[in-house]
């Protein structure tokens, strides 16, 4: 996926907004990667997370060792193996919030994810009722710590409530595709 990206990114020719999904989500990361200076913005709509680890529901098991892919991807400084990219645990005090893993900056600077920071800007989209909740924080966090311009929108926090994981399949999608306008358009949400 990452290659065929880049290589239509290519053929375009022009910056892009790359658009993802779920475990679709991870595309758009290693596609802006491989060609950062025809990226224009991230739009992430509940993207496979968190950084380094499954969710809850899926056991906890190791993940994503890159952090938000499971693939080389560019980090500053370089980074040859993923055990190099050390990590923390944020302990949450919360049912409602899982434990978040970022890297570990107590012994220096977090390594910044070279490529991904010289997007313009980062949409993290996440609904009211689903387990992207949980964790889509987290994800967020990661990527700013890491020097990206992310942002997160809950969509609850901008009237849109109700809604799950395959929010753009539900009666309200207008709403939500309105929210996505607004952001990719520069609007305030």
Same mark, same amino acid.
């Given at each position: 996926?990452?290659?065929?990206?880049?290589?239509?990114?290519?053929?375009?020719?022009?910056?892009?907004?790359?658009? /993802?999904?779920?475990?679709?989500?991870?595309?758009?990361?290693?596609?802006?990667?491989?060609?950062?200076?025809?990226?224009?913005?991230?739009?992430?709509?509940?993207?496979?997370?968190?950084?380094? %680890?499954?969710?809850?529901?899926?056991?906890?098991?190791?993940?994503?060792?890159?952090?938000?892919?499971?693939?080389?991807?560019? &980090?500053?400084?370089?980074?040859?193996?993923?055990?190099?990219?050390?990590?923390?645990?944020?302990?949450?005090?919360?049912?409602?919030?899982?434990?978040?893993?970022?890297?570990?900056?107590?012994?220096?600077?977090?390594?910044?994810?070279?490529?991904?920071?010289? %997007?313009?800007?980062?949409?993290?989209?996440?609904?009211?009722?689903?387990?992207?909740?949980? &964790?889509?924080?987290?994800?967020?966090?990661?990527?700013?710590?890491?020097?990206?311009?992310?942002?997160?929108?809950?969509?609850?926090?901008?009237?849109?409530?109700?809604? /799950?994981?395959?929010?753009?399949?539900?009666?309200?999608?207008?709403?939500?595709?309105?929210?996505?306008? /607004?952001?990719?358009?520069?609007?305030?949400?």
């Amino acid at each position: 996926m990452q290659q065929a990206g880049a290589a239509l990114l290519d053929r375009i020719g022009k910056k892009v907004i790359l658009i /993802g999904h779920s475990d679709g989500g991870k595309a758009p990361w290693l596609i802006a990667d491989s060609r950062p200076k025809l990226v224009q913005s991230i739009v992430a709509i509940e993207p496979a997370g968190p950084p380094f %680890i499954e969710p809850p529901l899926n056991g906890l098991v190791p993940a994503r060792a890159w952090g938000v892919v499971s693939i080389p991807i560019t &980090y500053d400084p370089p980074v040859t193996e993923p055990s190099q990219i050390k990590t923390t645990v944020i302990v949450s005090n919360s049912t409602d919030i899982n434990n978040c893993t970022i890297q570990d900056a107590s012994k220096g600077k977090p390594r910044v994810l070279k490529n991904l920071a010289t %997007i313009d800007r980062v949409l993290i989209l996440t609904s009211q009722a689903s387990w992207h909740t949980g &964790y889509d924080w987290c994800t967020t966090l990661f990527l700013k710590q890491a020097g990206v311009n992310a942002e997160q929108i809950k969509l609850q926090d901008v009237g849109v409530k109700g809604n /799950g994981h395959m929010m753009f399949m539900e009666k309200n999608s207008d709403d939500v595709a309105e929210v996505l306008r /607004g952001w990719i358009e520069g609007s305030k949400h």
